[in-house]
Structure formats: C-alpha cells, structure tokens
C-alpha cells in the first residue's frame, strides 16, 4: 500500500453520485493518509443515488488541478452527465489530464474525459454503454475488473461499474502514491 500522507485528492462529484464509488474511495484514500476534498459544482449539499450526503468542500469554478495530487471520477448517469455540462468541472479534467497528474474514473465517471480531451491514444474501462463514446473520441476499450493506462501521459485508472469498486479503490491506493 502507498503512503498517500503527502497527498490531496480530489473527488469530482455533484447529486446523483454513486454512493459506494464516493465514500469507499474517500474512505481508501483516507486510510492510506490522503486528504480528500469533495468538489463540486455548487456549494449545497450533494446526494448520492442512495442517500448518501456530502457538503463540498470546494466548488468547481475555484478549483485548480495545480492543488491536487489526483483525481477521482465516481459515476452515477445522473452526476457524469452533470458535470459535463459544467465548464469548470471539464476544466479541472482537462487541466489534471495535461499536467499528467493520476485520475481515476469509474463507471459513468469516465464520461468527462472525452469532454476534456483526455482520451485519445489510450487504453480504458467504463461502464459498457460508454463504450462507444469512448473509441469515438479515440481511446481503446477493454471489458476488464480495473485498466491501469500508464502509458507516458499519466496514469489512468478505470473501472467499469460499482462492482468493481473493492479493485478499484485497492488500485488507486497502490498506484496513486508511487
């Protein structure tokens, strides 16, 4: 396990979240030592799918990927369809992606990186019905429990939906502190 002590992390989420891909996560990262920083496009109270509550502890439009070590992308229609719609939220993606900073996208999560450019030449999972969205802004599509993408651009780490996300969080604790 990584020692994540010296690390922020960003979890990008509005309503409609995946409960279990937001509270896992932030409980992973937690336990390996990292901070986690709920961002979201607004300042209120944001729910999950299934009740799940969280206060943001930043919004979107005063985030800056220079303050974060990593990213994480939670699925969730509802929240990835949100968020790319958010000029803010794409921006963070975009800029996380360009400075080659580690991101890590489950299920729908994965949506945005094609709204921020961040797709192209590489290799990802995602929940199946983003499948074509994805090839056609030029990633490679792989049915696989979790896909590490550390191809020179940054790492990438995806997975396809909330069943996987025990393997999902065991790679971003693993592999974000390295």
Known sequence: MSDLSKWTIAILATT????????QAKHAVEQAGGRVLIVAPQDSIITGKRGTAFTPDMITADADAASFGGLILPGGVSNADQ??????????????????????AICHGAWILTDAD??????????????????NAGATWVDEEVCIDDGGAGLLITSRTKADVDAFNAAIVENFGR
Do not use: N, W, Y
């Open 16 to 23: 409609g979240f995946e409960d279990t891909e937001v509270s």
């Open 83 to 104: 968020l790319r719609l958010d000029e803010h939220a794409v921006e963070l993606v975009r800029g996380m992606a360009t400075a080659g900073k580690p991101i890590a």
């Open 118 to 135: 961040a797709v192209t030449g590489r290799t990802l999972t995602s929940s199946p019905t983003l499948r074509t969205d994805l090839v």
